[in-house]
């Protein structure tokens, strides 16, 4: 397993872990406000997100036949993957100390949630979970509406709150992001290979 925070680093990789605990801070304690406060915590709350992902599982098979059946069938597979790509494979391979249970952040940490998990910190699921959809939903509807593109706003809204309540570091973040949009893209291609492209008739 390799740990992130350890000693030995180059360097540049000393500099990019130095800016990432920068940028937490000031994300996690300075630009912060009494209302973030209280969005950002339930914007991470499955009761907020599933009936969304839910309804509009519901509304492309209502709407695009049999090419919707295959895409909610096929979005459903991304999930999936992009979970077990986070959890199961990368954070059993890279260990970092979320902020919260890291020994040099702790005292500092404003942890706005009731739980702090202690699995690793690096990737983020939540980023990759809700990128991995964003980009699969938005390159396979963008022919539908230019309004998918806002998926993009609620994927990042929910992986910023990831930093914002104290359970993971920007780094964290954008690993996840990098995941899960590469693995939605790759779902978008098998997609399009097996089933063609959904467009308004």
């Known amino acids: ?65 049999k090419k919707g059946w295959w895409w909610t069938l096929t979005l459903t597979m991304t999930a999936v993957l992009s979970d ?41 699921s939540h980023a990759c979970n809700h990128f991995a959809a964003a980009v699969f939903i938005f390159l396979t509807l963008k022919q539908t509406s230019r309004w998918w593109r806002l998926v993009f706003l609620w994927a990042f809204s929910i992986s910023y709150a ?9 780094l964290d973040v954008l690993g996840g992001i990098i995941l899960g949009c590469s693995l939605g893209y790759g779902m978008v291609l098998f997609y399009r290979k097996q089933f063609g492209t959904i467009s308004l008739k």
């Open 1 to 65: 397993m390799i740990l992130i925070e350890s000693a030995g680093h180059s360097s540049l990789f000393q500099n990019v872990l130095d800016f990432d605990h920068w940028l937490f801070t000031k994300i996690n304690q300075e630009w912060t406000n009494r209302f973030f406060d209280q969005i950002f915590p339930f914007l991470r709350e499955a009761q907020l997100w599933i009936p969304f992902y839910l309804f509009l599982l519901v509304f492309i098979t209502m709407n695009f036949g």
């Open 84 to 124: 077990l790509l986070s959890s199961s494979l990368v954070k059993q391979v890279i260990f970092r100390y979320r902020p919260c249970r890291d020994p040099a952040m702790t005292d500092q940490v404003r942890l706005l949630v009731n739980y702090c998990p202690q699995s690793s910190s690096f990737t983020s």
């Open 162 to 170: 990831q930093i914002y309540v104290g359970v993971h570091y920007p």
